[in-house]
């Protein structure tokens, strides 16, 4: 099945401590892969796609081809950096569609 | 940036009523819109595919007449749970793309079916 896998439901780090949320996707293909970010009590919202290749908040995500990777990595966390965090990957071919992972809970300890 | 705007933000049924979820984009039009739904802990699933002034696409295992979808014009798409059950409680959520590939969501919806 066509699937995007967060293998950690939950990171636990101290503040200015690195950060590395893994995501794996199966694909054949050429997706869009994107990272989400939801703070609490707010929308889901954008926090970067690799086809920008940008650095959001001090994140970066790079798009491993023959890993089908792309981890999302701050090198030193910050407490507002906690929040829940979906890597999802898109199908131009298939209507635009997200297929979304199941999520990592970032807790960035003071 | 784009704003999506979802009404109501909770709603409580009573078993067998249908209950209407509102998805707008304020200040842009969407051709294609997306619900989805969570339960709790869990990640979102897509239910289907809203395509203004056609019918909509709905994925593998989601009932077409029992989520009844709306999408009449360029900024506004409806979500219909008919005949809800206590199982039909989930959060739901809607997004729309602003045409660079890039998803904005609504609020999201919770529905609580009594």
């Known amino acids: 099945a066509q699937r995007v896998t967060q293998p950690e439901k939950l990171l636990s780090v101290f503040k200015g401590a690195p950060v590395e949320l893994k995501c794996n996707y199966s694909y054949s293909g050429s997706p869009e892969l994107f990272w989400y970010v939801q703070y609490s009590r707010q929308r889901l919202q954008l926090l970067l796609r690799?086809?920008s290749r940008e650095s959001i908040k001090g994140f970066t995500a790079d798009l491993n081809k023959g890993e089908t990777s792309f981890h999302l990595k701050k090198p030193f966390a910050q407490e507002e950096d906690s929040a829940m965090y979906y890597c999802?990957?898109?199908?131009?071919?298939?209507?635009?569609?997200?297929?979304f992972g199941g999520g990592t809970r970032v807790l960035v300890k003071p | 940036g784009a704003v999506v705007s979802q009404h109501p933000s909770w709603v409580i049924c009573k078993s067998g009523t249908s209950v209407k979820i509102e998805c707008r984009s304020l200040?842009?039009?969407?051709?294609?819109m997306f619900w989805y739904r969570q339960f709790p802990k869990q990640s979102l699933m897509l239910m289907a595919t809203s395509n203004e002034g056609s019918k909509a696409t709905y994925e593998q295992g989601v009932e077409k007449d029992k989520f009844l979808i709306n999408h009449a014009s360029l900024t506004l798409s409806t979500l219909t749970v008919t005949s809800a059950h206590p199982e039909d409680s989930s959060f739901y959520i809607c997004?729309?793309?602003?045409?660079?590939?890039?998803?904005?969501f609504g609020q999201g919806t919770r529905l609580t079916v009594v």
């Open positions: 690799h086809i």
């Open positions: 200040d842009f039009q969407a051709t294609t």
């Open positions: 999802a990957r898109m199908i131009k071919a298939a209507g635009n569609k997200l297929t």
């Open positions: 997004s729309a793309d602003v045409g660079d590939f890039r998803a904005f």
